[in-house]
């Protein structure tokens, strides 16, 4: 098949055809006597792999390197290898949804005025697990006035649930693509922002909950579908596997 069959079966231009195989995102191309490119059924399936990969922009939490790295190890044919980093985004991709959904969870909990259930207080090095963070990272936002924290006797750090609720809700505009500094242009923007504000009054606030909402809203129909294209990656490696070993 020639570079117009298969940009068109991909639906990309010929230019990208070729670009893909310099980035080597598809496996070295042979060529016939006349000296046009000959592409071949794996490249058909390695052409859609790249496009899956790439048609969710979802770059926070290195996820863009993530999909890189399984279009990398397609291109070299290195099927097997690529599935296992394929389930393995797969998967982190379902941990993401799940953590939107919480959060949008947690938001009509607190608009409809119904308690969570109640949660003992937490150490730093236990609040950054659960939320799948970096005990850095939220020493960080800390630092930045994203969220102030109380303290004991000891000067340790103690979280409480509505702790939890505001960093879910930091967790997920950082996840959205939002900077630091975005975030915190947004908190300030609030009558009476103060870093130590509880989540309730934040919610109060009529245009903050409809902007996070849109935010979360979008962000977990952006996940779903990044989950349904991984899926079909995993497929056609699958059928490449498959194939391979026929």
């Known amino acids: 098949m020639n570079t117009k069959t298969i940009a068109d079966y991909a639906n990309v231009h010929v230019n990208t055809v070729r670009l893909y195989e310099q980035w080597g995102y598809i496996s070295p191309v042979p060529r016939a006597a006349n000296g046009y490119r000959q592409y071949t059924a794996v490249h058909q399936?390695?052409?859609?792999?790249?496009?899956?990969?790439?048609?969710?922009?979802?770059?926070q939490n290195n996820l863009r390197k993530r999909a890189t790295k399984i279009v990398q190890l397609s291109g070299r044919e290195q099927f097997q290898e690529a599935l296992n980093e394929a389930t393995s985004y797969f998967n982190h991709l379902k941990a993401e949804h799940q953590f939107v959904l919480e959060a949008i969870h947690e938001v009509e909990q607190l608009l409809c005025e119904t308690p969570s259930a109640p949660v003992p207080l937490q150490t730093h090095?236990?609040?950054?697990?659960?939320?799948?963070?970096?005990?850095?990272?939220?020493?960080?936002?800390?630092?930045?006035?994203?969220?102030?924290?109380?303290?004991?006797?000891?000067?340790?750090?103690?979280?409480?649930?509505?702790?939890?609720?505001?960093?879910?809700?930091?967790?997920?505009?950082?996840?959205?693509?939002?900077?630091?500094?975005?975030?915190?242009?947004?908190?300030?923007?609030?009558?009476?922002?103060?870093?130590?504000?509880?989540i309730k009054n934040l919610l109060n606030k009529p245009k903050f909950t409809q902007y996070f909402l849109h935010v979360t809203d979008q962000l977990e129909l952006n996940l779903r579908k990044a989950m349904t294209d991984v899926a079909e990656i995993k497929q056609r490696l699958s059928s490449l596997i498959v194939s391979a070993h026929a």
């Open 45 to 59: 399936q390695q052409m859609m792999i790249a496009r899956l990969a790439f048609r969710q922009e979802l770059i």
């Open 125 to 198: 090095k236990q609040m950054a697990q659960r939320l799948q963070l970096t005990e850095e990272t939220l020493r960080n936002w800390e630092r930045n006035g994203l969220y102030k924290i109380e303290r004991n006797r000891q000067n340790r750090r103690q979280y409480y649930e509505r702790d939890y609720q505001k960093l879910l809700m930091i967790r997920t505009l950082r996840s959205a693509h939002f900077s630091i500094a975005a975030i915190l242009h947004l908190f300030e923007q609030l009558d009476n922002f103060t870093p130590g504000v509880d």
